[in-house]
């Protein structure tokens, strides 16, 4: 079993709609979560991070993580056809040496 | 500023045969990482350089794999004996290293564009 799952999709959604992506993981020192967005033939690119629970928005995008569930979260809203795309989610144990274990990816399609 | 790059963008071997890649991080970074990403997978990490510092190699799949890091910039991903399944991207990554607790810029990995190697 891998250490962080996440499913591959394709998740298909319209415009406008919620996008709604989610990892679970099973490695409990992790503590320090991340979304990327990984365009086709580019390399990822740093969305929204969190440490700890809680929730974080930044502008159309919340980040969610429950440590005691081992699931972390991230919704798109009023989603564009710009946002199609792979969204990997990321996470690490501590701050120093900080190499991050990815899950396997979630695509995304947003249709017009 | 100039993100990070790597060369070439393409290769294209045949099984046995020596590569190259190339990573150039972004200017002033100290921490440089390797991942692979297989068709279809996420990021498997492969080797993290921070400063003068060993190497971390915990995720290198084999000794036919090896990285170095020359005057703390520039890094080269070396395969020897190429295997087709060693076909996938490679992609490199730089951060600003470890910084102060709770300085989370630290886990902001800065990627660059990947090189996608296939092995015939």
């Known amino acids: 079993q891998k250490e962080v799952e996440q499913d591959p999709g394709p998740l298909s959604v319209p415009e406008g709609a919620i996008v709604s992506l989610n990892c679970t993981y099973s490695?409990?020192?992790?503590?320090?979560f991340m979304w990327y967005r990984q365009y086709s033939r580019k390399g990822p690119e740093l969305l929204m991070y969190t440490y700890s629970s809680g929730n974080k928005e930044d502008g159309r995008f919340t980040a969610q993580v429950d440590k005691s569930s081992k699931y972390i979260s991230l919704f798109i809203r009023d989603s564009q056809p710009s946002d199609s795309a792979t969204y990997l989610c990321a996470m690490t144990v501590k701050a120093a040496g900080n190499k991050l274990t990815f899950g396997g990816g979630t695509r995304v399609l947003v249709k017009p | 500023g100039a993100g990070v790059s790597q060369s070439p963008s393409n290769k294209v071997t045949e099984k046995g045969k020596d590569v190259e890649l190339r990573c150039d991080p972004i200017?002033?970074?100290?921490?440089l990482y390797w991942y692979r990403q297989s068709l279809g997978q996420g990021l498997e990490f492969l080797i993290y350089?921070?400063?003068?510092?060993?190497?971390?190699k915990s995720g290198l799949p084999s000794d036919r794999f090896s990285a170095e890091r020359t005057g703390g910039s520039v890094s080269t991903l070396t395969i020897q004996r190429t295997q087709q399944e060693d076909s996938a991207v490679y992609l490199c990554?730089?951060?600003?290293?470890?910084?102060?607790?709770?300085?989370?810029?630290?886990?902001?990995?800065?990627f660059g564009p990947g090189t996608r190697l296939t092995v015939t």
């Open positions: 990554a730089s951060t600003q290293g470890p910084g102060l607790a709770g300085s989370y810029a630290t886990y902001e990995q800065y």
């Open positions: 350089f921070q400063g003068n510092s060993a190497p971390d």
């Open positions: 490695n409990s020192a992790f503590q320090y």
């Open positions: 200017s002033g970074h100290t921490a």
